[in-house]
């Protein structure tokens, strides 16, 4: 249930999401969120001093989740 909640919530985001963004559709906390880019569980770019995450890449993670 919860899973299609999330991705309901996808829906509606472009296809880029913000780290705050991200933060949001997970429910997690700015830590968490970095910590899943930087151990390589979620891929997400450095872009001018701010993190983007593909929509794609961000279902992926919630469906294998």
Not at 9 to 35: C, F, S, Y
Not at 53 to 63: C, G, L, N, P, T
Request: with cysteine; hydrophobic share 45%; proline share 3%.
């Amino acid at each position: 249930y919860r899973i299609c909640e999330v991705m309901k919530m996808l829906d509606n985001i472009p296809d880029t999401l913000t780290l705050k963004e991200l933060q949001e559709v997970l429910q997690i906390g700015k830590n968490t969120a970095l910590r899943l880019v930087h151990t390589g569980i979620l891929p997400g770019h450095r872009v001018g001093g701010k993190w983007l995450f593909f929509k794609a890449d961000v279902e992926v993670f919630i469906q294998n989740s």
